[in-house]
């Protein structure tokens, strides 16, 4: 494991620029990934619009960013932070519902967050929002963030397999087993669900934040899209949900299949997604078996 | 004087957002599965009616079954090829399945008929029906009346049919249903496809009162589902009053706030979910909550 980790940190060094930015791609999607396993797959809620707290993270950037002109860490920090605020406001509500009802809640928290995003003058409108460049040869650029990502990403799995081992990680599989028994066995079961959900919404506002400084521009219908989460259940579920390393594997194989599929078929890159997530939910609906 | 040509307004389109939710009720009640697909559907419904009116020069009234038979028999071969392999597995499955066929059938939809905003414009569009203030274009009042008829005509299915009385039957029980001979196969297909049909025929109304692209099919079907938690999943009068009390907010939101017309349904939702989850007309053993 470690051996991986090492070998991917010195990557930039012995690949060219499109190897690199690829692999971000993967990082990316694979933290976002993780990160909904904690909720969706550990948690047994469906968050389907848990791309709103990588729109809240992207824009928590931007805003600190260029209207603050404050770092760039910083901007990180508030985009988790916004996001962990979210999750805390909107959980009390949202986890009264589940099911269709709570993965559509999420949705709609999704939706509003995105229209308000896109009505308020301070981040920039519908017109999207220009960060600062980070300055230095195109590839100095693309290491940083590879490197940022891949730090993300170990970050996240390290911080979920601390969560599922630990204390919260037996409320929330007392939980999936069945939520009044969990309750009655004395599980703060509000508490576990908002704590998973706070947690996915972290990581995902981090890697909200990076893309954002990264692609330098955002606008909400690119950062709030859905086609986003649904990708990462995807993953999420080919690797196998409440598994740890399943959702890595998963998104070498949906972002490598995405990418080439899109060289080749341009104009037809949404339908090829949606062929692929078809593909994936038919024939491997129970997700590849990496375990057992 | 405004405000009571939004609320008319609201309830004309009511009418509409009632007939559309039905169609993704009867799905979701019968079979457990939130549509994504839905609004994708009601497009195909669309550009069918402004194929048959633009080439063949027929009233978009009359294109109504076309749209309607066209969509029932996508709706029947998808539930019975594709969707029935996956309605036993997880609850994720479906969800994540119905949104990649949404996004097989937008890409196609957009390379077939392109992106570019279509619409149709009978000869008597401009008509309507003038009380004192107040005008009513009769082409909405016909669109309400074949939109509740539609949804009524379902109802009577369901409840006065032995087709109906099977669906209901598979839907509570689906081992007891297959005990006295229920097809549950050819039965969800066709479930489907009656969702589907309501779609076609709601496609079919999309054109004649407003411009429609392949990428307004996601509104729709939030749209949908927002009607549907109002008045309660499997509910005909719970759909009828659902799509009024949006049609009227969205009508009177934009004159309060434009910019957030949309934000309307979204905050109705979050209203309802957080007072009353089963909707005003729903009964608590019918969902999931």
Redesign the interface.
């Known amino acids: 494991m470690l051996l991986v980790l090492a070998a991917l940190a010195l990557a930039p060094r012995a690949v060219g620029l499109f190897a690199i930015s690829s692999l971000s791609d993967v990082f990316m999607i694979a933290t976002i990934a993780v990160a909904l396993n904690l909720i969706?797959g550990y948690g047994g809620y469906?968050a389907?619009g848990n791309v709103v707290f990588f729109g809240i993270g992207a824009y928590s950037t931007g805003v600190v960013m260029v209207r603050f002109g404050l770092p760039f860490a910083l901007g990180l920090a508030a985009g988790v932070a916004v996001s962990v605020a979210t999750a805390a406001l909107f959980g009390p509500?949202?986890f009264?519902?589940?099911?269709?009802?709570f993965?559509?809640?999420t949705?709609?928290?999704n939706?509003?967050v995105a229209?308000?995003v896109t009505?308020l003058p301070l981040s920039g409108g519908g017109k999207g929002l220009s960060l600062p460049l980070i300055g230095g040869s195109p590839f100095a650029a693309a290491s940083f963030f590879y490197e940022l990502y891949l730090g993300t990403l170990a970050l996240t799995v390290i911080a979920a397999y601390l969560i599922v081992r630990g204390p919260l990680g037996y409320a929330c599989r007392a939980l999936r087993s069945g939520e009044d028994v969990a309750q009655s066995l004395g599980v703060d079961t509000l508490r576990t669900k908002i704590a998973l959900w706070a947690a996915s919404a972290a990581f995902t506002g981090l890697a909200g934040g990076i893309y954002a400084y990264s692609l330098t521009y955002i606008e909400p219908p690119d950062v709030f899209n859905?086609?986003l989460s649904?990708k990462a259940?995807?993953i999420m579920?080919l690797g196998g949900?409440a598994t740890l390393l399943g959702p890595l594997v998963a998104a070498v194989l949906v972002e490598g299949a995405v990418a080439v599929t899109q060289h080749f078929l341009l104009?037809?890159?949404?339908?090829?997604?949606?062929?692929?997530?078809?593909a994936v939910?038919?024939f491997a609906?129970?997700g590849i078996r990496l375990r057992k | 004087m405004e405000i009571v040509q939004a609320v008319f307004n609201g309830i004309l389109i009511g009418g509409f957002y009632a007939s559309m939710a039905m169609g993704f009720s009867i799905v979701w009640g019968v079979m457990n599965i939130i549509n994504l697909a839905h609004g994708s559907l009601i497009i195909i419904g669309a550009y069918i009616t402004y194929e048959l009116v633009s080439r063949f020069g027929l009233d978009p009234f009359v294109t109504i079954p076309f749209a309607a038979l066209a969509l029932f028999a996508i709706g029947y071969a998808l539930q019975r090829y594709l969707i029935n392999r996956v309605l036993q597995a997880s609850l994720f499955a479906t969800l994540v399945l119905t949104f990649g066929l949404d996004r097989v059938l937008v890409n196609a939809n957009l390379q077939i008929f392109s992106a570019d905003v279509r619409g149709v414009t009978p000869p008597y569009a401009g008509a309507a029906l003038v009380l004192g203030d107040l005008r009513l274009p009769w082409i909405r009042i016909a669109v309400f009346a074949v939109a509740i008829l539609s949804t009524l005509l379902l109802w009577l299915l369901l409840e006065k049919t032995r087709l109906g009385t099977a669906i209901k039957a598979l839907s509570f029980d689906r081992d007891a249903a297959q005990l006295v001979g229920i097809d549950p196969k050819h039965l969800y297909a066709l479930t489907f496809g009656l969702g589907s049909a309501l779609a076609g025929i709601a496609g079919a109304l999309v054109a004649t009162i407003s411009s429609f692209s392949p990428v307004i099919g996601d509104g729709l079907a939030m749209r949908s589902f927002v009607v549907v938690v109002l008045g309660g999943l499997g509910s005909v009068p719970g759909a009828i009053a659902g799509g009024t009390i949006l049609g009227v907010v969205e009508n009177l939101m934009s004159i309060i706030a434009p910019a957030y017309r949309d934000a309307a349904a979204f905050g109705l939702l979050v209203l309802v979910l957080a007072i009353r989850p089963q909707g005003l007309f729903g009964r608590r053993f019918y969902a999931e909550i």
């Open positions: 969706a469906p389907f509500l949202l009264r519902l589940r099911g269709h009802y993965a559509i809640g949705l709609g928290l939706g509003a229209q308000l009505n859905l086609a649904v259940f995807v579920l949900t104009n037809y890159d949404v339908g090829v997604l949606g062929l692929i997530i078809i939910i038919v609906p129970n």
